[in-house]
């Protein structure tokens, strides 16, 4: 994943462009690329990786099987983009809260950014990272493997901001950062599975709160 330090800038807004691609019969078609990309991306977000079909995707992004070859690669190509475009857009709520000047504050705005992406979603709910490809068959075991590294990324940047929280007194002393930061990313992962099944905007912040009881004094 794409997570930045307290210093670093996220990806900033993406160019929008018109892409050409010539169909079989000689003709020039349009599209918007980004526009295109961002219909993939509610797709995959909606049925994971092996549930989108091309036809679903085609369909979604108002071009034919020839033309997304083209313009993105073969499925799984386009899922990465896709997942790029997922993690600098709706997911950028955890960049900015790393930045957050307490690790505490940094964990309550990973909590409360969720909760708001959750917001007016009626078809894609949870979060792409975790049940994108969660379990699969072989032929999508290189995303799963991705997804599962992605993950992994939340959890050592986690580590690493509790460690400076420790450092700079901000954190006890002897503070178990490693575990701390898996607690994290697991309240998390909890927070999009319910999210997913049905969980009301109420109801994740509340689950969130208690979560938050925990936080080492």
């Known amino acids: 994943m794409k997570v930045y330090g307290a210093g670093d800038a996220g990806q900033g807004l993406t160019t929008i462009f018109l892409k050409e691609i010539t169909v079989p019969s000689g003709r020039t078609r349009q599209f918007d690329v980004d526009e295109a990309l961002d219909r993939a991306l509610e797709v995959f977000w909606a049925r994971g990786y092996?549930?989108?079909?091309?036809?679903?995707?085609?369909?979604?992004?108002?071009?034919?099987?020839?033309?997304?070859?083209?313009?993105?690669?073969?499925?799984?190509?386009?899922?990465?983009?896709?997942?790029?475009r997922y993690q600098t857009g709706p997911m950028s709520f955890l960049t900015e809260a790393l930045r957050k000047p307490t690790a505490r504050a940094v964990v309550e705005a990973i909590f409360s950014g969720f909760v708001r992406m959750q917001r007016d979603r009626d078809k894609a709910r949870g979060c792409l990272v975790v049940s994108g490809a969660l379990a699969c068959g072989e032929e999508a075991e290189a995303v799963r493997r991705e997804l599962a590294r992605l993950r992994q990324?939340?959890?050592?940047?986690?580590?690493?901001?509790?460690?400076?929280?420790?450092?700079?007194?901000?954190?006890p002393a002897g503070t178990d950062c490693a575990t701390l930061a898996r607690?994290?990313?697991?309240?998390?992962?909890?927070?999009?599975?319910?999210?997913?099944?049905?969980?009301?905007e109420k109801e994740l912040r509340l689950v969130s709160a208690l979560a938050m009881q925990a936080w080492p004094s």
């Not at 549930?51 to 386009?78: C, D, V």
């Not at 607690?183 to 009301?200: D, E, K, P």
């Open 50 to 84: 092996e549930g989108a079909t091309l036809p679903e995707l085609t369909r979604a992004m108002g071009i034919n099987r020839p033309s997304l070859y083209a313009a993105f690669g073969n499925k799984e190509q386009l899922f990465h983009k896709a997942l790029d």
């Open 153 to 171: 990324a939340i959890v050592t940047a986690l580590r690493e901001r509790f460690e400076r929280a420790v450092q700079d007194g901000d954190l």
């Open 183 to 200: 607690y994290t990313a697991t309240v998390l992962n909890g927070l999009a599975v319910q999210s997913a099944s049905g969980a009301t």
